[in-house]
């Protein structure tokens, strides 16, 4: 099945936040009201309760206020590092390439949450869960589209075939460098091999609170690809170390005098 | 022959060490069920995942008291213990390097050992090593949020190389300690503290020589030794 991806537009963003409102009656999230803290930025990232959030850079920009605006939620990586470390499974990737997660399987290590490069998963004390966006993944199943694209009234947030979204999103992007030259597709070689949510961004991905250069942490490569699988095996080895000596000492031992039981013949 | 015996260890250390070897087991089988799916098996024993991870939490704060007990309610021992098993001899070296041939059952000139031998020494170097990373890593990770994310991802991979570096020491190290034909009285040391002076002075020769030169000069009760006993 060909993965279906969620394309933002930054530059059509208007900062309405109905995505976030939307996401939150669809998966039947509580509000988390937070001290105001300076900024029209409701919460500072994603939550146990808030798996969509507008992030709302503010800077200056020759004398003038700039506001950047950029819907923030899972990126779906198509290699992703919290399936790698998820123990139970309770992390896995659905027939259209998104990432989902099965609350009855998640038992709250928090692996993911140490894993992910975007700082997306957020442990939800009240289940003992960890939770984020699914894309939306039992809509999709239904041929509907994820409620955030749903609802976007500036077509900002696009959802359908990745590789026809990625081909819009890089012509848009020729279109915006004639007057943004920093602007770029963001999530298309991304973690590896890239995501499934993918942003036209009108300016560097820094500029907008993404990692420059995101990537699956080392410590995964370390842990999952090479002690895991293999350590093991010297647990094995000394076990059937143990397990031969068993044999051979009482073998050898049969033509020797012994000192095992305490050394009454002191004559070797 | 009268069997004379000789202390071999005190009942705190014995205390740590059968402490831990409870808490390390209950905590290796919780863990083992996350580590591998071939553990799963282990899992209803505990009552499914959380309830596998609820005993392994409960057994970790065992796991890091014991030893704190110990070393409160004998300082000495304790700091004595960990000088000796860091300070190698070279007839230290030796042992680790002829014991491979031993531990099948060939017959080896080994030379003379302090309280502990060269492997005993390796073995409770690696485990103190492995169990004190294993602690640090272990609250590191059940309490992320308290710390930097560096820190908590660094946790997951040492967590999990201690786990097997002190597992294969366990494994030859219950082994040696129980089954193996040339240990002997080395479990009763353990297990009522005290030793047969003849097998002490056979395996641990320096370490007898030590105490029963400092019993003798008191004349304590190990006069056997010039003549009585043999």
């Known amino acids: ?64 206020m700039d506001w950047l605006f950029a819907k923030k939620q899972c990126m779906h990586c198509i290699d992703a590092p919290c399936v790698k470390v998820c ?7 659905s027939e259209f390439g998104a990432v989902t997660r099965d609350l009855s399987k998640c038992i709250g290590c928090k692996y993911c949450v140490a894993a992910c490069p ?7 004390k009240d289940l003992d869960k960890v939770t984020k966006c699914s894309l939306c993944s039992e809509r999709v199943a239904e041929g509907l589209t994820t409620a955030c694209a749903k609802t976007c009234v500036t077509g900002a947030i696009q959802f359908g075939d990745r590789d026809e979204l990625l081909a819009a999103a890089e012509a848009r992007v020729q279109e915006l460098q004639k007057t943004n030259p920093d602007a770029q597709v963001y999530g298309k070689t991304e973690v590896g091999s890239g995501t499934n949510v993918i942003y036209v961004l009108g300016d560097k ?64 | 022959m009268t069997t004379e015996r000789v202390e071999r260890f005190k009942f705190s250390a014995r205390f740590a060490h059968w402490g831990h070897t409870v808490t390390f087991l209950v905590l290796l089988f919780t863990g083992l069920t996350l580590y591998s799916d071939w553990f799963s098996f282990l899992i209803p024993i ?3 995942r959380e309830g596998a991870q609820l005993v392994h939490r409960i057994f970790a704060i065992g796991f890091t008291v014991i030893p704190i007990v110990c070393l409160i309610a004998n300082p000495g021992g304790f700091v004595q213990w960990l000088k000796d098993v860091i300070s190698w001899t070279w007839d230290d070296i030796k042992f680790i390097m002829v014991f491979p041939l031993e531990f099948f059952g060939l017959p080896v000139k080994i030379p003379p050992q302090g309280q502990f031998n060269g492997g ?27 710390f930097p ?21 366990v494994c030859m190290h219950a082994y040696l300690g129980s089954f193996h034909t040339g240990s002997g009285e080395s479990f009763w040391g353990m297990w009522k503290g005290t030793v047969r002076s003849d097998w002490a002075a056979h395996h641990h020769a320096k370490w007898f020589r030590q105490i029963t030169d400092k019993d003798a000069n008191s004349h304590h009760q190990y006069q056997w030794q010039r003549g009585a006993g043999k």
Not at chain 1, 9 to 23: H, L, N, S
Not at chain 1, 32 to 57: A, D, K, R, W
Not at chain 1, 246 to 268: L, M, W
Not at chain 2, 123 to 140: F, P
């Open chain 1, 118 to 124: 975007f700082g997306i998963p957020k442990y939800r």
């Open chain 1, 1 to 64: 099945m060909a993965n279906k991806t969620l394309c933002i537009d930054v530059t059509k963003c208007t900062g309405c936040r109905g995505c976030q409102v939307a996401c939150k009656q669809w998966n039947q999230l509580d509000a988390e009201i937070l001290p105001f803290n300076g900024s029209y930025q409701t919460h500072e990232g994603t939550g146990p309760q808030t798996f969509t959030i507008v992030s709302m850079n503010e800077r200056e920009v020759n004398g003038k």
């Open chain 2, 120 to 146: 005993e020494k390796m073995n409770s170097m690696v485990t103190t090593t492995s169990c004190v990373l294993l602690a640090l890593s272990g609250y590191i990770m059940w309490f992320p949020q308290a």
């Open chain 2, 46 to 48: 505990f009552g499914g």
């Open chain 2, 149 to 169: 994310m560096g820190l908590v991802r660094s946790a997951y991979p040492i967590h999990d190389i201690c786990m097997v570096l002190a597992t294969t020491m």
């Open chain 1, 205 to 268: 991905p820094e500029a907008y609170g993404f990692p420059k250069d995101a990537k699956a942490p080392a410590h995964i490569g370390v842990w999952q690809n090479a002690i895991q699988p293999y350590a093991g095996w010297l647990v094995a080895a000394a076990a059937a170390g143990a397990f031969v000596s068993f044999f051979t000492t009482r073998i050898f031992k049969a033509g020797q005098a012994t000192h095992a039981e305490g050394g009454k013949s002191h004559d070797h």
């Open chain 1, 87 to 93: 123990p139970t499974k309770a992390l896995s990737y």
